[in-house]
Each structure stands twice: as structure tokens, then as C-alpha cells.
């Protein structure tokens, strides 16, 4: 498989009897995929982010309780099993919400496509906003942090999405990529993705971002959320609420591309999202470390958030859509 071919069915897909994913692990020095046999061994790969980004990881338990089904495993455990691996992207919980009361592969698959459509349209919206703002600094230079590309959503891209199709509008002349501590979403899948893509792109430390904004060498921010609040708070990556705090000091937009997957109708704010902690070894063996894996960015950072739906601005109480099911 070549990197052009980052087909959504080469990032996961169900087949007789496994779910199979692209190990983002590996990437971008080996493109190996892994086998999981079981509802199990999903949430296995999830949990240790061989298959990872908020909308990909849905469609992964999605296919998960579709291969449950097949087998013939209870599939009350296997719901749970699948729902707990991660604990911050609602979209895992949304997706298997979807496909509970009839798991087939038809349901599950259906779901995936509708996930990159959603892509497709929020590109689409997310062009005419960074129009407006090309009309006064064309092309736009632009940044983005952990990786919010195929590779994140199952096929096309949420914020990178947007970032691709802006780009292929002519509205994009450069990428600021931050690296994205500690396990390097942005530098090793990102910046793979870019390269693939033929787009312009820089990686930078995660520590840079600010005096490139300070410099006026930073547009507009575009990022990616796992979980976004009824009043437009917005967890994502650790690390953004640092970027929209430095966007917000140098007045430039700060964009938030996600599908309404990812709201969470039960979380009025973000002080109701769960915060993932992971092992501190990801960040150090040696010494004590602390490694909380999203942060949350208050509304009254976040310019604008693009779903399938349209770009929403505050107050986002009213202006935020409802989390749109796949089957009505
Ligand atoms: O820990 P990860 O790599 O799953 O975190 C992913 C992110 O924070 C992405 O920015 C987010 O899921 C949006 S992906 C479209």
C-alpha cells in the first residue's frame, strides 16, 4: 500500500473476521496493518492508539460490535468493553449509540462513509469561512496541532480536511504542523499526510507556535476537538488551549473543524469532560511526570466551530446543532 492510497478502507475496515486498522504507531516509518480478531482486541488498539483521532476511533468500536455481532459475543459486554477504552472522545460512544440496536456490517460501514462525507462538507464550509479571511492575507499560512487528517477520521480529515480543501481552493500557501507532545501525532501523522498530499508544511516544536504568531507569520489556528460541550467548550490534544490562548493575544481566528460526532448534548460545559490521563512513561521513565492527554479551550477562545451543519459562532448555546444521527 502506498501512502497515496489512504483509502478510508485502508485506515479500518471490518472483514469476515477481524477489524483491521492502519497501526498509526508505526507510521510514518512502516505502514503495517493490525488484525483484531475480537471486540477485545479493538479496544485494545484503541486504547493504545494503533487506531486513534476521535471519528476513527467510533468507527473502529462501530466495527468492533458489527464483529461481535458476527461471532455471536454478548454484546452488552462487548458495548462496555468498546465504550470504556477511551474515555474523552464522545464520538466513541456516539458511534456505537449508532449501531447498537442492529450491528450489522451494512449499518457499521454505512456509518463510516457518512463520517467522511461529514468530512467533506465541513472542508467545504470551513473554505468559505477562510475566504474571508484570504481576502485580506492571501495565502493563508496556517496552523494545526496533533493530527486530525484521514488517518484521525477514517478518510479525509476534520481540521486537516479543511485545511486539504482550502488548500486545493488556492487559499493555503503553508502548514505549520506542531509536533504535539509526547507521542508525536503532529510530526510523525500529519506531516505524513501532508507530504503525501503535496502541501506545503513546516513541523515545528509544539514551544514555537507562539513567537510565530508574534512574528505575524501564523493566519488562522485550525484544529480538530474530541468532545465539545453545549456551550461551545472545546476538549481536544493537550496543548490547544495553550494555542488558543496565544491566537486570542495575537488576534488571529481560531477555528474549530469537527462533526457533530463529537458534541456532547450531556456536557453543558467542558468542566463536565473527562479528561484522559495516560501512563507518565509516554512522557518519561526516569523521573516523575503527569500526562493528561486533551485539554479543554473555553468558548470565548474558539472564533468559530465547523461542523457538517454549517460554521457556528457564539453564543454556541443556540447556534450549535444537535449531534445528527446516521439513521433518523
Ligand atoms: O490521543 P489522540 O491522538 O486520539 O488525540 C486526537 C486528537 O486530539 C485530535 O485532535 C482529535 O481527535 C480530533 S481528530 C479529528
Redesign the pocket.
Known sequence: MGRRDLTPESIVRLEADAVVVLDQRRLPDEEVELRCASAAEVADAIRA?AI????A?GVAAAYGLALAAQQGKDLDAAYDMLASSRPT?VNLRWALDEVRDDPTPARARGLHEVEVERCRSMGQNAVALLAERAAQAAPLHVLT????GAL??GGY???LGAIRTAWEAGLVGHVWVGETRP?L?GARLTAWELEALGIPFSVIVDGAAGSLMAAGDVDAVL????RIATNGDVA??VGTYGLAVAAARHEIPFHVV?PTSTLDPSASTGGHIPIEERDPAEISTRFPAHNP??DVTPADLVSTIVTEEGVHRAPYESSLPSPVRVVS
Open positions: 492508539l486513534r483521532g476521535a471519528p476511533i472522545a496541532h496533533c493530527n486530525t484521525a477520521t480529515g476534520s481540521a507521542l501525532q484544529t480538530g476537538a474530541d481536544n490534544k469537527a492527554a486533551f
